[in-house]
C-alpha cells in the first residue's frame, strides 16, 4: 500500500474505531428492576411522591470506565449519576425519587466518558397526592 494511500485510510480506521469505542446503550424506563430487566416499562407514569422510577440500560461496545445517566425535566437537566462500567457489555441501572412538582415531560439519557450519548428514553411523569 503506498503511503498517500494511507494518508487517506488511516483518518477513516480511526473514525470507524472511535465511533465502534463509544458503545450504545438500549435505555429503558419503569417503576423496578428484577434481574437486570426494567420492570413496570411505560411511557407514561402516574406516581404517589417519593416514589422512584427507574432506569436500566444495557450497554454494548461501551468502553470500561463510567457512564453517566441524565435526568432532564421539561428540556431542564435536574440531575445526574455516574455509574461504573467494568466491562465493554454491561447491564446497569440508576433511579430518580419523584416528589411533588416533579410532574412533566421527562428525558434520561446515558453519556459516555467522552460526552456523547449512548442511548436515551424519554416518559411522562404525573407525582399525584
Known amino acids: 500500500m503506498s503511503k498517500t494511500a494511507l494518508k487517506y485510510l488511516l483518518p477513516v480506521l480511526l473514525l470507524t474505531t472511535s465511533a465502534f469505542a463509544a458503545g450504545t446503550a438500549d ?3 419503569g417503576t423496578g428492576v428484577e434481574k437486570y430487566e426494567i420492570t413496570g416499562a411505560s411511557d407514561s407514569f402516574t406516581v404517589a411522591p417519593n416514589t422512584r422510577i427507574y432506569a436500566a440500560t444495557k450497554l454494548t461496545g461501551a468502553e470500561v470506565g463510567t457512564v453517566t445517566v441524565v435526568w ?3 428540556g431542564q437537566e ?3 449519576t455516574e455509574l461504573k ?3 465493554s457489555s454491561y447491564r446497569t441501572h440508576a ?3 419523584f416528589r411533588a412538582g416533579d410532574s412533566g415531560s421527562w428525558t434520561v439519557k446515558v453519556v459516555g466518558a467522552d460526552g456523547a450519548e449512548l442511548g436515551s ?3 411522562k411523569a404525573e407525582v399525584s397526592g
Open 27 to 29: 435505555v429503558k424506563v
Open 72 to 74: 432532564s425535566k421539561d
Open 78 to 80: 435536574v440531575s445526574k
Open 85 to 87: 462500567v467494568p466491562r
Open 95 to 97: 433511579y430518580r425519587t
Open 121 to 123: 428514553a424519554s416518559f
